[in-house]
Every structure is written in structure tokens, then in C-alpha cells.
């Protein structure tokens, strides 16, 4: 059975940094992408960063860029979210996701709180 579960969520201060991880199993983890996804309140799905199988090719979202790194450790199954400069707007629930066998899996989330 695939799972992925995200922690390292909490509340922090304009400014602050917060590290997500996502623990992966039931797959193969070396062999797929992975992805963060993020829904602030009242709001949709945002897609927020990829990166490939081997994890020398991530992608990030314009509003993140240059503030978040992804990163992954395949030797551990784990998939990791660092977030600088935090902002307000960065406000949301992260979840970890990945296309497996063309089924998508999520997480159950973890929620980030920015707030003074």
C-alpha cells in the first residue's frame, strides 16, 4: 500500500524557516517524481515544487522560488521541503504527491502557519 506522510508543519514568524518531510512506502521511491502542493484557507490547490527521480532536477513555483529548496533522500524514502523567508501568504496546508503507475497519491497534509 502506497503511503505519504508529511510532519514538520507548525506555526512560525514572518520571516522563519520550517523544514517539511514526507516519508514515503509501498513503492519504489527512487524510481518516481514527487511534488508539493499547498491549499491556503479558502482557497484551491496550489502546485509549489517538483522534483524528479534521481533529484537533481527540481522545479519550484514563481512565488516560492529562491525561498523554498526541495530535496530527497532515497536511501531513506523521504522527501523534503525547505522553507526560508516565510511570509504570511505562504499560510496552507503542504501535502507531498506523486503520480505512481498514472494514480496519483497524496499525503494527509501538514499545515504551516505564518503568523506574528
Known amino acids: 500500500e502506497v503511503q505519504l506522510v508529511e510532519s514538520g508543519g507548525g506555526l512560525v514568524q514572518p520571516g522563519g524557516s520550517l523544514r517539511l518531510s514526507c516519508a514515503a512506502s509501498?513503492?519504489?521511491?527512487?524510481?518516481?517524481?514527487m511534488d508539493w502542493v499547498r491549499q491556503a484557507p479558502g482557497k484551491g490547490f496550489e502546485w509549489v515544487s517538483s522534483?524528479?527521480?534521481?533529484?537533481?532536477?527540481?522545479t519550484y513555483a514563481e512565488s516560492v522560488k529562491g525561498r523554498f529548496t526541495v530535496s530527497r533522500d532515497n536511501a531513506k524514502n523521504t522527501l523534503y521541503l525547505q522553507m526560508d523567508s516565510l511570509a504570511p501568504e505562504d499560510t496552507a496546508v503542504y501535502f507531498c504527491?506523486?503520480?505512481?503507475?498514472?494514480?496519483?497519491?497524496w499525503g494527509q497534509g501538514t499545515q504551516v502557519t505564518v503568523s506574528s
Open positions: 504527491t506523486s503520480t505512481i503507475l498514472t494514480r496519483p497519491y
Open positions: 509501498g513503492f519504489t521511491f527512487s524510481m518516481y517524481a
Open positions: 522534483i524528479n527521480y534521481s533529484g537533481d532536477r527540481p
